[in-house]
């Protein structure tokens, strides 16, 4: 891209770096996967960047993007692969609700990955069924039956916790 095109693309991936990173944390739990995500998702931007910014939505179809890299990485062999039964250094400290943060997200990671895409999509990201159906390529029906689902499952999930607190 030698057109002046590589500009366009430095510069709307300078400036959407953050919400990219942010969507791929609420996404992956994890702070190196999720930068994993986003590396993947800009590389693959920058192949298709004459496509993509002539989409109507840039954003959309970026976070579209990211959305389906997170779904379709679980296929990969590669993601199967665990070199550490456990985390080689602690995950940094938060503050300010972090008790809760953390169970909503042990309880979000327990759920298949299209129900947490289709969760943080609706109600981290406040898309409506529409747009997440079109951001994952499935109906409305399965974006609501996912979400359905999804809130069951966390509801248990929590419930649980607050059971076993209270015993």
Same mark, same amino acid.
Request: net charge positive; glycine share 4%.
């Given at each position: 891209?030698?057109d002046?095109?590589?500009?366009?693309?430095?510069?709307?991936?300078?400036?959407?770096?953050?919400?990219?990173?942010?969507?791929a944390?609420?996404? @992956?739990?994890?702070?190196?996967?999720? *930068?994993?995500? #986003?590396?993947?998702?800009?590389?693959?931007? /920058? &192949?298709?960047? $004459? %496509? @993509?910014s002539?989409?109507?939505?840039? *954003?959309?179809? #970026?976070?579209?993007?990211?959305?389906r890299? /997170? &779904?379709?990485? $679980? %296929?990969?062999?590669?993601?199967?692969?665990?070199l550490?039964?456990?985390?080689?250094?602690?995950?940094?400290?938060?503050h300010?609700?972090?008790?809760?943060?953390?169970?909503?997200?042990?309880?979000?990671?327990?759920?298949?990955?299209?129900?947490?895409?289709?969760?943080?999509?609706?109600?981290?990201?406040?898309?409506?069924?529409?747009?997440?159906?079109?951001?994952?390529?499935?109906?409305?029906?399965?974006?609501?039956s996912?979400?359905?689902?999804g809130?069951?499952?966390?509801?248990?999930?929590?419930?649980?916790?607050?059971?076993?607190?209270?015993?």
């Open positions: 891209m030698s002046g095109t590589d500009a366009e693309y430095i510069e709307y991936v300078t400036a959407r770096i953050p919400a990219l990173r942010r969507l944390y609420l996404l @992956a739990g994890d702070e190196h996967r999720a *930068d994993d995500l #986003v590396q993947q998702t800009i590389t693959t931007l /920058y &192949v298709k960047w $004459r %496509r @993509a002539a989409a109507s939505n840039l *954003d959309a179809y #970026v976070r579209t993007m990211l959305v890299t /997170y &779904v379709d990485e $679980r %296929r990969l062999a590669w993601a199967r692969v665990r550490f039964r456990q985390a080689p250094e602690p995950p940094p400290v938060e300010g609700g972090v008790e809760e943060r953390q169970v909503v997200r042990a309880a979000l990671l327990r759920l298949p990955r299209r129900q947490q895409a289709v969760l943080v999509l609706r109600f981290f990201y406040d898309l409506s069924v529409d747009d997440v159906a079109a951001s994952l390529g499935c109906s409305t029906g399965t974006v609501k996912h979400t359905s689902r809130l069951a499952t966390l509801r248990r999930l929590l419930g649980e916790r607050e059971l076993a607190a209270t015993s």
